[in-house]
């Protein structure tokens, strides 16, 4: 089975900051990585998939990269609505979240 | 795309639920459905995928005691589960397709003496 690390666990940024949140697979999982944001009560909704592909409706501000195991989230400029969990998720051989980046105010 | 949960609520370990996932906006047979939980206050957790086709896959901890079904006359998803256990306690979410673009919001399902 793949396994997903991800980091941070935890994050406090601004407003306006530039943030990355990194998930590593145990092994080569050829760009299947989609990244999902969670708020509180709410369902995950996903923001990127595939590695790099900006779901319809998601602000310009969220971009992926990576290949092979590894993989980043970036938020180019912090704004007050993306305080929340993400996850990402590989779909390469069956499927695995990561445990999460809690994102929050500093 | 709508994705409805329904069906869960408090069982005693050892029993049986089924969930329902009703599904709108869509061509619901053309597309593969998850069911991912999440457990309070914890991560999430996939449980299984049916295909278009209705090709079946389960995570180990729920394998034998969870069924996948769908009847696309209905437009709806269903999960199975038997043999509950406290470890199965979680917000159960239906999803769209092999890549989980759309997610319901989900259903309470609390195994509990």
């Known amino acids: 089975d793949i396994q997903m690390t991800q980091s941070p666990s935890f994050l406090s940024a601004s407003v306006g900051d530039r943030v990355t949140i990194n998930c590593k697979a145990s092994?080569?999982?050829?760009?299947?990585l989609n990244w999902y944001q969670q708020k509180l009560g709410e369902a995950p909704k996903r923001l990127i998939y595939n590695t790099n592909n900006l779901q319809t409706g998601i602000p310009s501000r969220f971009s992926g990269s990576g290949s092979g195991t590894d993989y980043t989230l970036t938020i180019s400029s912090l704004q007050p609505e993306d305080f929340a969990t993400y996850f990402c998720l590989q779909h390469n051989s069956l499927y695995t979240f990561g445990a999460g980046t809690k994102l929050e105010l500093k | 795309v709508q994705l409805v949960e329904s069906g869960g609520g408090l069982v005693q370990p050892g029993k049986s639920l089924k969930l329902s996932c009703s599904a709108s906006?869509?061509?619901?047979?053309?597309?593969?459905m998850h069911w991912i939980r999440q457990a309070p206050g914890k991560g999430l957790d996939w449980v299984a995928y049916i295909s278009s086709s209705s090709g079946t896959v389960y995570a180990d901890a729920v394998k034998g005691r969870f069924t996948i079904s769908r009847d696309n006359a209905k437009n709806t998803l269903y999960l199975q589960l038997n043999s509950l256990k406290s470890e199965d306690t979680a917000i159960y979410y239906c999803?769209?397709?092999?890549?989980?673009?759309?997610w319901g919001q989900g259903v309470m399902v609390t195994v509990s003496s």
């Open positions: 906006g869509f061509t619901f047979s053309s597309y593969g």
């Open positions: 999803a769209r397709g092999l890549g989980a673009g759309y």
């Open positions: 092994q080569n999982i050829n760009k299947y």
